[in-house]
């Protein structure tokens, strides 16, 4: 490409959502990728046994936003999928999130009715308003014995920090429920799209516009490209500033996938099972075959472990890489035509849904109202 008006920098949700609105309306656009494939995270392919999988952990997509939901369909059929999650405890099964059932299997109660279980959480929370870290948080929603059974050590193993360590906002989106329903999400649309979502994102960025560098890093290559309108970074923010030794490094987490692949039907009885004990190091086992009742005569599991090192998955959020990530951001503030966007740019966790929404919220905001500057997603 001789002329490029905007510059990429990742083809994940945030990226290839930009390119594709930027595309649309004229624009000549270059994305640089340092992975072999588009998709980002969201990546997807068929293993060894014929079946769908993710290779960077299941992805479920979810949301109650008409506008998120009807961009998306444009790039690919979709079918309903409610997820379910169940999690071994005390030699138990039980869903998750907590309902009725999970605390009668726990502890041997009979609660029949939303009104008895609100009971018993308000007999078992300690309250605490509001909540100043995670531990608190879980607390005031469900007490010691549950928070200790299935919040306290899973946390742990997820982030190397125990709940009193991390922001409250981590674990104040976990739902509780007071009824029977057993859905990971309850919102409007839940659905996968056929084929996997490396087809949707093949979509997405099959336009004369766009043009896909892949096996690139952008630092290696930034001084080749001059004169683009606007860069989009999605990468690690504190990578971008990387020559500002005065700035600390901030923390992110990653995940070692373990795959084996079984020469049996089944492994367990849904897409994902949850290890909130001591007893084993992973945090959960995916059975991808589940997702979208994939037939094989064999099946593949993946075991997560989340690690310190290795390809950056989630940031840490505490008060430390809070403060740490605002100095980034006033750096991030100084440049012209600059926008960092998408869960490691901004240094913020977000779904699915939420990092589609965010691009194209991004996108209007600089191109309907030819807004000058603007760092999307700045607070936790």
């Not at 960092?340 to 966790?349: D, H, M, P, Q, T």
Request: with cysteine; glycine share 6%; charged share 30%.
């Amino acid at each position: 490409m001789t002329e490029v008006d905007i510059l990429i920098v990742g083809a994940g949700i945030s990226g290839a959502t930009l390119a594709e609105r930027y595309a649309s309306i004229g624009k000549k656009v270059l994305i640089i990728e340092k992975r072999d494939h588009i998709a980002g995270n969201c990546y997807d392919y068929y293993d060894e046994n014929g079946i769908l999988t993710s290779k960077y952990g299941a992805h479920l997509f979810h949301t109650n936003e008409q506008d998120v939901w009807q961009y998306i369909n444009q790039f690919g059929e979709w079918y309903p999928w409610e997820h379910r999650v169940v999690a071994r405890v005390d030699d138990k099964t039980v869903p998750i999130p907590v309902n009725i059932t999970t605390v009668n299997t726990l502890f041997g109660t009979n609660i029949t009715s939303e009104e008895e279980m609100k009971k018993w959480l308000d007999e078992n929370r300690v309250e605490f308003s509001p909540a100043k870290n995670g531990e608190e948080a879980v607390l005031n929603r469900v007490g010691p014995v549950l928070y200790e059974k299935m919040f306290k050590h899973y946390t742990k193993k997820q982030w190397d920090k125990y709940p009193a360590e991390l922001h409250a906002s981590v674990l104040e989106r976990i739902p509780v429920r007071t009824n029977y329903d057993d859905r990971y999400f309850s919102d409007e649309f839940q659905a996968l799209p056929k084929g996997g979502y490396t087809k949707i994102f093949e979509k997405m960025l099959d336009h004369p516009n766009i043009t896909v560098l892949l096996n690139t890093d952008y630092f290696d290559v930034k001084d080749q490209y001059r004169g683009y309108e606007k860069l989009f970074y999605t990468g690690p923010v504190d990578r971008f500033f990387e020559f500002k030794t005065e700035l600390e490094k901030l923390e992110y987490r990653s995940i070692n996938f373990v795959t084996e692949h079984l020469d049996q039907e089944y492994f367990q009885e849904c897409s994902v099972v949850n290890y909130p004990g001591n007893e084993v190091e992973f945090t959960r086992i995916v059975e991808y075959k589940h997702f979208g009742n994939q037939k094989s005569k064999k099946t593949s599991i993946v075991k997560e472990f989340t690690v310190d090192e290795g390809e950056p998955y989630y940031p840490v959020p505490n008060e430390k890489n809070q403060l740490i990530y605002e100095k980034y951001k006033e750096e991030a503030d100084k440049l012209t035509d600059v926008y960092f966007v998408g869960r490691l740019a901004n240094y913020k966790y977000f779904n699915m849904d939420q990092a589609f929404k965010n691009a194209l919220d991004l996108f209007s905001s600089l191109e309907t109202k030819n807004l000058e500057h603007h760092v999307a997603g700045t607070t936790f």
